[in-house]
């Protein structure tokens, strides 16, 4: 265990406006539907598709949407989708990870190039950033789920690797194949998780302040408006001060 590291990347958190949260719910039910069709159509059987599953359920995907999206896995005009991870470089030289699930790869890959070009950063080769991450698991949990020291004790006998705790929740590392092992020893203990997956957590932290602030976040905002885009991550360190201008 490493204890509460003062990691702070950016967890930047789309509103919930219709247009949003419809988006959210479309990225939701592909992933449904991807880990559906590479596995049993079974969540007990299969640890992605639980995880989709679980995932969903907390952000209130309904009932009878899960249901289709798993059913739609085994019917035959499912579409074929290919899993792509784009790296690259952002504003003050940011990295950035872009994981897309997409029916169109030659789509996706001149939309992500062109987004990194027109927001002042440029797409790189396959490596040339995810170096300076580890993969590995992620479950977090809300405020509400506990003191600082009772995630931590329970992290711990889960055998988890690290807790970053602040006021909004905890975020909790695992080894990359243990995070089922963990996310099921953590429910037992502190309830059902806000969400449990798989992430890639940077090794260090880039500086990052001034005007490049607001453009990586024109970066990271055009990309997640991308249906094709599941997750985005950088590896930028904002001041407060900064985060503060940017919101006012």
């Not at 990194?116 to 479950?139: A, P, R, Y």
């Amino acid at each position: 265990m490493a204890g509460h590291s003062k990691f702070k990347n950016i967890m930047h958190r789309k509103g919930r406006a219709d247009g949003a949260r419809s988006k959210l719910f479309s990225k939701l039910s592909r992933e449904i539907t991807v880990a559906a069709k590479m596995g049993l159509p079974d969540p007990a059987m299969n640890a992605r598709l639980r995880l989709a599953v679980n995932n969903a359920k907390s952000e209130s995907l309904p009932k009878d949407v899960i249901d289709r999206a798993i059913k739609k896995a085994s019917g035959g005009d499912a579409e074929s989708y290919d899993e792509i991870r784009y790296e690259g470089f952002g504003p003050g030289g940011v990295g950035v990870i872009v994981e897309v699930l997409t029916d169109n790869r030659n789509r996706s890959a001149s939309t992500v190039r062109s987004t990194f070009t027109k927001c002042g950063g440029n797409l790189g080769e396959t490596g040339s950033v995810s170096f300076m991450w580890d993969h590995v698991g992620q479950i977090t949990y809300d405020a509400k789920a506990g003191s600082e020291d009772k995630v931590m004790e329970a992290a711990i006998e889960a055998g988890a690797d690290d807790v970053e705790s602040d006021e909004d929740g905890h975020v909790i590392y695992t080894a990359f194949e243990q995070l089922s092992e963990v996310a099921a020893a953590l429910e037992a203990a502190l309830g059902p998780a806000q969400s449990t997956k798989f992430a890639w957590k940077p090794k260090a932290l880039t500086p990052l302040s001034g005007d490049a602030v607001a453009t990586l976040m024109k970066l990271i905002d055009t990309l997640e408006d991308d249906d094709d885009v599941q997750n985005v991550y950088s590896n930028a360190d904002i001041s407060a001060e900064d985060l503060e201008k940017l919101a006012g």
